[in-house]
């Protein structure tokens, strides 16, 4: 994929993680760059732990469904380590 590819793999599955998540605090340039890193996580936790095949296409279901998943794994941490280091 391209990077522009990437970006707006990163903005939409950021906004629907942030979104399935329900807090909206965060603004678009955090949330792409959350989708992007998240997209990573999720195609490695994929490629790796459940021995799928990922094909790197933007059009491919698998990434789509990936890059929202690691997305939101990316901020279910960030919401326990911010919660730790709060107390």
């Known amino acids: ?11 939409v599955s950021g906004t629907l993680a942030r979104m399935a998540m329900s807090r ?14 998240g997209s990573y996580i999720g195609t490695w936790i994929v490629s790796h732990w459940m021995h799928g095949v990922v094909k790197v296409s933007f059009l491919d279901v698998t990434t789509w ?23």
């Open 1 to 11: 994929m391209s990077w522009m590819a990437w970006i707006v793999l990163g903005l």
């Open 24 to 37: 909206g605090e965060r603004g678009l340039i955090s949330s792409t760059l959350i989708g992007i890193t």
């Open 65 to 87: 469904v990936s890059a929202i998943g690691g997305a939101m794994v990316l901020l279910l941490g960030y919401r326990v380590f911010r919660f730790i280091t709060r107390r």
